[in-house]
């Protein structure tokens, strides 16, 4: 079944202007369920955690169903593997400290070209503390991939942690992580995913990964401004917390520093409704050969992912072909059609004889909303000899947009680059 995304669009209050919203990578638009838990929060239950009184053991209830709400999602063992923070940049500066306290002088860990900072930088920095090397690896800089064989050399060494993203923020690209995982793991190497690009994308099942830990972050996926992460149970209580002494000595809540946001967490049970829903409106009945045998919520939200991953090889196939037909314009990333399924509609591009800066400029005068420069992805515009040049024009839909709203994004470029 095909989305109706007349009624989709119902859903997210930010839809009714004129705007069209292709800055989704950035951070997609609210939906109606998170905005309506948030404000519930606030108005009957905004009390701190394990009181004696109605409006927090209410809170708690609703935080721990938040918590069950997230591991369904992303097919999480149990609810205590799923640990809320401010971001994912946030909580991964704060668990890198404790993965990396038993690391040695003269350990190895992995990072790669491809990722986001904040699956780059927290690791490097632990690394210079712990005394620990860093290995990077590389991609292709002629279609964005994963460079593998730079990657099997890396594993060589038999590093301690490999970071590694689920797809990229820049180019779009989506890494083969079983493959990967699996590599890593025979290496003896923890993998920690990046999944925030990914995540309003398609499926994220953590037990079929077997991925040690993965974070992901709420506002890239429909609701509000919380970072999440997923740790297998076994490690997360093994792990030293850095926290104060009242704090619980068990996961989730030995990570969860400080009083948390609780009307953000709230907003994310929101978000997740809304995709139930999604699914049990749009979404098929899984194949029998299908390796997702699920029951209820958790059904109900991989028949979403799978629903919005349709919908999105439509408009990866139209953007692409816009931007390609585009005079002066340089796509960066995968740009053969028939691998669309090996990207999320996220492109980056430059057009020749503008300034990335001064391409988002034009657009914003048709109402059209992208981001330029390195997105935080600093490593993939230095790779490409882009980052002193101002980078490159991001552009990036999500399920909520409309073939049409492509579209019309492409006619507007068309003009830019006709005024060049």
Same mark, same amino acid.
């Given at each position: 079944?095909?989305?109706?995304?007349?009624?989709?669009?119902? #859903?997210?209050?930010?839809?009714?202007?004129?705007?069209?919203?292709?800055?989704?990578?950035?951070?997609?638009?609210? %939906?109606?369920?998170?905005?309506?838990?948030?404000?519930?929060?606030?108005?009957?239950? /905004?009390?701190?955690?394990?009181?004696?009184? %109605?409006?927090?053991?209410?809170?708690?209830?609703?935080?721990?169903?938040?918590?069950?709400?997230?591991?369904?999602?992303?097919?999480?063992?149990?609810?205590?593997?799923?640990?809320?923070?401010?971001?994912?940049?946030?909580?991964?500066?704060?668990?890198?400290?404790?993965?990396?306290?038993?690391?040695?002088?003269?350990?190895?860990?992995?990072?790669?070209?491809?990722?986001?900072?904040? /699956?780059?930088?927290?690791?490097?920095?632990?690394?210079?503390?712990?005394?620990?090397?860093?290995?990077?690896?590389?991609?292709?800089?002629?279609?964005?991939?994963?460079?593998?064989?730079?990657?099997?050399?890396?594993?060589?060494?038999?590093?301690?942690?490999?970071?590694?993203?689920?797809?990229?923020?820049?180019?779009?690209?989506?890494?083969?992580?079983?493959?990967?995982?699996?590599?890593?793991?025979?290496?003896?190497?923890?993998?920690?995913?990046?999944?925030?690009?990914? %995540?309003?994308? +398609?499926?994220?099942?953590? #037990?079929?990964?077997?991925?040690?830990?993965?974070?992901?972050?709420?506002?890239?996926?429909?609701?509000?401004?919380?970072?999440?992460?997923?740790?297998?149970?076994?490690?997360?209580?093994?792990?030293?917390?850095?926290?104060?002494?009242?704090?619980?000595?068990?996961?989730?809540?030995?990570?969860?520093?400080?009083?948390?946001?609780?009307?953000?967490?709230?907003?994310?049970?929101?978000?997740?409704?809304?995709?139930?829903?999604?699914?049990?409106?749009?979404?098929?009945?899984?194949?029998?050969?299908?390796?997702?045998?699920?029951?209820?919520?958790?059904?109900?939200?991989?028949?979403?992912?799978?629903?919005?991953?349709?919908?999105?090889?439509?408009?990866?196939?139209?953007?692409?072909?816009?931007?390609?037909?585009?005079?002066?314009?340089?796509?960066?990333?995968?740009?053969?059609?028939?691998?669309?399924?090996?990207?999320?509609?996220?492109?980056?591009?430059?057009?020749?004889?503008?300034?990335?800066?001064?391409? %988002?400029?034009?657009?914003?005068?048709? /109402?059209?909303?992208?981001?330029?420069?390195?997105?935080?992805?600093?490593?993939?515009?230095?790779?490409?000899?882009?980052?002193?040049? +101002? +980078?490159?024009?991001?552009?990036?839909?999500?399920?909520? /947009?409309?073939?049409?709203?492509?579209?019309?994004?492409?006619?507007?470029?068309?003009?830019?680059?006709?005024?060049?």
């Amino acid at each position: 079944m095909s989305l109706d995304l007349d009624k989709i669009r119902t #859903q997210f209050p930010a839809l009714r202007s004129p705007t069209i919203f292709l800055d989704n990578p950035g951070g997609t638009q609210i %939906a109606q369920p998170s905005l309506d838990r948030i404000s519930r929060y606030l108005i009957e239950c /905004n009390a701190n955690h394990e009181g004696a009184f %109605a409006t927090s053991r209410v809170s708690d209830a609703l935080l721990h169903e938040a918590h069950q709400a997230m591991a369904d999602m992303l097919n999480a063992a149990r609810p205590e593997e799923i640990v809320f923070g401010a971001n994912m940049t946030t909580l991964t500066l704060h668990i890198s400290r404790s993965i990396s306290r038993t690391w040695k002088p003269g350990d190895k860990i992995v990072v790669t070209n491809l990722d986001h900072d904040a /699956n780059i930088t927290p690791w490097t920095l632990t690394a210079e503390d712990r005394g620990v090397d860093v290995l990077r690896v590389d991609f292709h800089p002629e279609d964005g991939t994963l460079d593998l064989d730079s990657l099997r050399k890396a594993l060589e060494a038999r590093p301690r942690l490999l970071a590694i993203g689920y797809a990229s923020n820049a180019l779009g690209t989506i890494n083969p992580l079983q493959t990967i995982i699996k590599m890593a793991h025979d290496a003896g190497a923890l993998v920690y995913v990046d999944a925030v690009q990914y %995540a309003p994308h +398609g499926p994220i099942d953590v #037990q079929a990964l077997d991925c040690d830990f993965l974070v992901c972050s709420a506002y890239k996926f429909f609701g509000p401004h919380a970072g999440i992460l997923y740790g297998k149970y076994d490690l997360l209580e093994n792990l030293f917390p850095y926290k104060v002494r009242p704090a619980s000595g068990e996961p989730p809540g030995k990570f969860e520093t400080g009083t948390q946001n609780h009307e953000g967490i709230a907003g994310v049970l929101g978000t997740i409704e809304y995709l139930e829903w999604l699914g049990r409106t749009f979404g098929e009945p899984l194949s029998g050969d299908s390796p997702w045998k699920f029951q209820g919520r958790r059904l109900h939200l991989k028949q979403a992912m799978l629903a919005i991953q349709n919908h999105e090889h439509q408009i990866s196939r139209l953007l692409l072909d816009i931007l390609e037909e585009t005079p002066g314009v340089t796509v960066y990333g995968l740009r053969d059609p028939n691998r669309m399924v090996e990207r999320v509609p996220t492109f980056a591009f430059r057009l020749k004889g503008m300034h990335p800066r001064m391409v %988002a400029e034009a657009l914003d005068e048709f /109402n059209i909303n992208v981001w330029d420069g390195n997105y935080y992805a600093i490593a993939v515009t230095e790779r490409l000899g882009l980052e002193e040049s +101002g +980078g490159m024009v991001r552009v990036g839909p999500v399920h909520y /947009n409309t073939l049409e709203e492509i579209r019309r994004f492409g006619e507007a470029l068309a003009q830019i680059a006709q005024s060049v």
